[in-house]
């Protein structure tokens, strides 16, 4: 039990994180995605349109879904890890129903947790670290700001469908240099400029003399969070941020779990 318990929990969270990564990487793949032109000038040599993709919208549904569980999982490992505290503190007892760990945005409402049983049996340390990852501890690392957008997203699941899923482009870099992964050659989603509005129409681009479209792969396909508060953020990149974001929360309280 104890931290390996905690670091299978982790584990699945990386395993979602490893599907939606993958649905998107196929979803967006160049061979999938085709141009759709919506209208030409008057001399018919210039069109401007949009980007679909092969797979289509049930595919987008998928994703929506996994997004989804890569949410539960995460936010379940932070609990998990409170209980997992509790547990080895108090060796033969069971966690209460009431064991959670808080986000909140205040000290007043940080108390009220405490109140409510939610760290009951932790030890003071263990509590001092958890409150030190809360938003209002004014921490420059970006931890604080992911677990409250964990929090808030995970609690949109739980009462409707997240609108988490629109396909979109970002324009080619210019000025970006590729970093070298695994032997190839890529440039990261984060350094591409901002993505186009999903309804935005792509052009102009060249019609040629056989009547095909010259894109010239001048925007990049990426599918991106349209859920109000994360809107036009990549996917994956959010729900690895998500996961990183638990880790660290956990390898600060690893000790306690030794």
């Not at 986000?103 to 003071?124: C, K, M």
Request: hydrophobic letters at 40%; one cysteine or more; aromatic letters at 8%.
């Amino acid at each position: 039990m104890g931290s390996e318990a905690v670091t299978r929990k982790l584990n699945w969270a990386s395993h979602h994180l490893d599907l939606l990564d993958n649905a998107v990487a196929e979803y967006v793949d160049l061979k999938n995605i085709g141009f759709v032109p919506k209208r030409h000038d008057y001399a018919n040599k210039l069109v401007w349109g949009h980007i679909e993709s092969k797979a289509g919208g049930a595919a987008l549904e998928v994703i929506s879904h996994m997004f989804g569980d890569v949410l539960q999982s995460a936010h379940s490992c932070l609990d998990y890890l409170v209980c997992e505290l509790f547990l080895r503190r108090h060796p033969g007892e069971e966690a209460k129903r009431s064991h959670q760990f808080p986000i909140v945005t205040s000290h007043g409402a940080f108390n009220d947790e405490l109140g409510g049983g939610r760290l009951y049996g932790i030890p003071f340390e263990a509590v001092a670290i958890i409150e030190g990852l809360q938003p209002y501890k004014g921490r420059t690392d970006p931890v604080p700001a992911q677990l409250l957008a964990l929090r808030t997203l995970t609690n949109t699941h739980k009462h409707r469908q997240i609108h988490v899923s629109v396909l979109t482009t970002n324009p080619a870099p210019s000025n970006v240099v590729p970093v070298e992964i695994d032997g190839e050659f890529r440039v990261r989603v984060g350094d591409l400029p901002a993505a186009t509005h999903h309804k935005a129409e792509l052009g102009p681009f060249r019609v040629t003399d056989d009547g095909d479209v010259d894109v010239n792969r001048e925007f990049t396909p990426v599918v991106v969070l349209e859920e109000s508060g994360f809107r036009g953020k990549p996917i994956a990149v959010v729900a690895a941020g998500f996961c990183k974001a638990v880790g660290e929360s956990y390898n600060l309280l690893l000790p306690f779990l030794s």
